[in-house]
């Protein structure tokens, strides 16, 4: 069984920088897709980005292309989710999520959430002056 636990949420001025991390455990992340996706109050929770194991092939939402940026140490089955440049409408519960995937080789944030059978408790971020 996959255990996942996200940390680093915060309160932050617009225009900081938080770094998410998704900690794993239970079994090693191989050959696990990892996802990020938000959850803002009154709003469904959407994806934001994900990263499948052994590939560069992320994706990402167009709301947080070239300010957020994921990556993962698989030696220590860590997931990171750098988010620069934040704004108030970045405020949401953060949540990441695994999937058993092999092919293809690729993700996106728009796959289907039940395509994800683990899930954290999530972290909240809060972007406000």
């Known amino acids: 069984q996959l255990q996942l636990v996200e940390s680093g949420g915060g309160l932050v001025q617009p225009g900081g920088s938080l770094r998410l991390s998704c900690a794993a455990s239970?079994?090693?992340?191989?050959?696990?897709?990892i996802g990020w996706f938000r959850q803002a109050p009154g709003k469904e929770r959407e994806g934001v980005s994900c990263i499948p194991y052994n590939t560069n092939t992320t994706d990402y939402a167009d709301s947080v292309k070239g300010r957020f940026t994921i990556s993962r140490d698989n030696v220590k089955t860590m997931v990171y989710l750098q988010m620069n440049s934040l704004k108030p409408e970045d405020t949401a519960v953060y949540y990441c999520?695994?999937?058993?995937?092999?092919?293809?080789?690729?993700?996106?944030?728009?796959?289907?959430?039940?395509?994800?059978?683990?899930w954290g408790q999530g972290t909240q971020v809060t972007v406000s002056s």
């Open positions: 999520a695994a999937r058993w995937q092999i092919y293809p080789a690729s993700c996106s944030v728009v796959d289907p959430e039940g395509r994800y059978s683990y």
């Open positions: 239970g079994r090693t992340l191989d050959p696990y897709t």
